[in-house]
């Protein structure tokens, strides 16, 4: 019986978009953050704590047009960014057989402020080992098979072939993070992998604020003819800002 070793070893690419608010300016002054108020802004502090206390405020909220948005408060940062962070640098499947499925998951999250929306997609081929030969992915959407050569992943919560992943968590909750696990990786004991394909994204609710945890679930089977080896996948997981 042929069996094989799966390794995926995870990195990050980030494509990202800076912008920034416009800055009142002169040949000699500039004022970089500007505001409106009838108040004044005032920190507490103490030996364990620290605060910011404001009174008489215009207004706070949000205000937007087809084209613009405002976003009034006294301490608003007028700088976009948008961050992506691997928290499992590999993710070993183990020792497969026809009998057997190599299942592992692997953390990141993506935190964004005033960046608009955003998509995560995945740049790497599907695993390979040393001699070249590659494991067949799940081209379209579908569930685990033992005996059938199979590499797929999804970003939900799953219970087949076993517990494993979890669904997007939103950082602290669905006010401040809105992402989402894509079409073809969002649903339970499904599987896919297209190299390019968008995994996650932003989603139609709320503001792609925040942190958002998310949760790779890693399958793989092979079939009796699938060339033993070690089979290693290095992932590039890459968010760009799409506004």
């Not at 215009?58 to 960014?81: H, K, M, Q």
């Not at 962070?85 to 953390?107: H, R, Y």
């Not at 079939?223 to 089979?231: D, K, L, Q, R, V």
Request: negative net charge; without cysteine.
């Amino acid at each position: 019986m042929k069996k094989l070793v799966l390794i995926v070893a995870v990195s990050s690419l980030v494509l990202s978009h800076s912008a920034f608010a416009q800055t009142p300016s002169s040949p000699n002054y500039s004022v970089p953050e500007s505001g409106f108020s009838t108040g004044s802004n005032i920190d507490a502090n103490s030996t364990n704590f620290n605060s910011r206390v404001s009174f008489g405020d215009l207004a706070i909220g949000v205000g937007r047009s087809t084209n613009f948005s405002a976003r009034p408060g006294f301490i608003t940062p007028d700088e976009e960014f948008l961050e992506l962070v691997v928290q499992t640098p590999s993710v070993d499947l183990g020792v497969l057989s026809t009998a057997t499925t190599g299942i592992g998951s692997g953390l990141f999250y993506v935190r964004s402020y005033i960046n608009g929306d955003y998509v995560v997609s995945s740049g790497s081929p599907e695993p390979a080992s040393e001699s070249g030969a590659l494991l067949d992915p799940i081209s379209t959407a579908a569930a685990s098979t033992q005996g059938v050569e199979q590499f797929g992943i999804n970003l939900v919560a799953n219970t087949a072939p076993a517990a494993v992943g979890a669904n997007p968590a939103l950082q602290p909750d669905g006010t401040f993070a809105n992402g989402i696990a894509a079409a073809g990786y969002d649903t339970a004991d499904i599987y896919q992998y297209n190299q390019n394909d968008i995994i996650a994204r932003s989603g139609p609710v709320g503001e792609a604020w925040g942190q958002t945890n998310y949760t790779i679930s890693y399958i793989a089977n092979i079939s009796g003819i699938t060339e033993a080896g070690t089979y290693v996948m290095e992932q590039d997981i890459i968010v760009t800002a799409t506004f």
